[in-house]
């Protein structure tokens, strides 16, 4: 499914002493199939255009499309509840929304909403369980039980039960060990290429953003400043203007480039030396 958003602008508490424009007239485009890094510094909007995709949030003006079906600021719950079911998003902290007795109930009861019955989203909910390698002698456990690492796969599994065209991971592998780190992102990774979804990831983690993103989509104080390929886009010396990323992450992915065997050519002398 191909979102696209058109002069998106999102004003928290409008007309109230506490006005706060968060978006600022925001036009793109998420195609199909890509895997998109959302970056920016705090406060510069990501996680509030993030709940516009899928409906959390509505607009304060302009669209958002997601496929054939528009959000706009008086849209009924109706169609919202219905672009839920197609664009997936996982919270940060994720397992903080576990509730159910067991692991398999828990990411049973994401299908059942969705009107599927027992024995289907058993079936779904086992086959997404072994798919984030959670091992069958959890199935039965209560999920408060697991350690931290476990039970976030617990969580993101219940998301992928609902099998979601795009999936949305806000800061998906905070307070993670290395370990646990690398061992999610790339079972992300897998996911969008085996399953062709498509998949937007709001990360501060710029080494993520350079090893596993198609594009980047840059945020600053509300606008979009800068979107195109991730390396084009670490390659640009306008990012540097913008003050959008700090320094030292530019720092780590011009040495990521090297190792890489990347030209530097193209790269502002100014880039090199901080
Ligand atoms: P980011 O995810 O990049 O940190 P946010 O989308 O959370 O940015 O926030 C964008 C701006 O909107 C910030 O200035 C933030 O303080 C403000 N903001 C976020 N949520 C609210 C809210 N519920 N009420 C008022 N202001 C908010």
Redo the contacts with the bound molecule.
């Keep these: 499914m191909k979102l696209h958003i058109e002069n998106l602008t999102v004003v ?2 409008q007309s109230t002493p ?1 006005e ?1 424009l ?1 978006l600022n007239n925001i036009t793109t485009t998420f195609e199909e199939g890509v895997y998109y890094g959302i970056v ?1 510094h ?7 255009l993030i709940q516009t995709l899928n409906g959390l949030l509505l607009p304060s003006s302009g669209t958002v499309y997601a496929g054939d079906l528009a959000l706009r600021k008086k849209t009924k719950y109706k169609y919202v509840h219905e672009v839920k079911k197609h664009v997936g998003m996982v919270f940060q902290f994720p397992e903080h929304q576990l509730f159910e007795e067991t692991v398999l109930k828990d990411v049973m009861f994401g299908p059942k909403n969705m009107g599927l019955g027992e024995k289907e989203a058993k079936s779904k909910a086992e086959y997404y369980l072994e798919l984030m390698n959670v091992d069958n002698s959890l199935f039965k456990e209560s999920p408060f039980e697991l350690s931290g690492g476990q039970m976030r796969k617990v969580a993101i599994a219940g998301i992928l039960a609902m099998e979601p065209e795009v999936l949305i991971l806000d800061e998906p592998t905070a307070g993670l060990d290395p370990k646990s780190h690398s061992e999610t992102m790339r079972l992300f990774q897998q996911i969008h290429k085996d399953m062709g979804i498509t998949i937007i990831l709001v990360t501060h983690d710029m080494n993520d953003v350079f090893e596993y993103t198609d594009q980047v989509k840059l ?1 600053s104080g ?1 606008n979009l400043v800068r979107e195109g390929r991730t390396e084009d886009l670490l390659m640009d010396s306008g990012i540097l203007e913008n003050n959008a990323l700090e320094p030292p992450d530019i720092v780590r992915l011009m040495k990521d480039l090297k190792k890489k065997g990347r030209s530097f050519e193209s790269v502002p002398r100014n880039i090199e030396d901080f």
Excluded: I, P, Q
């Design positions: 928290y508490h506490f706060h968060a920016g705090t406060g510069s909007g990501k996680s509030t945020l509300g």
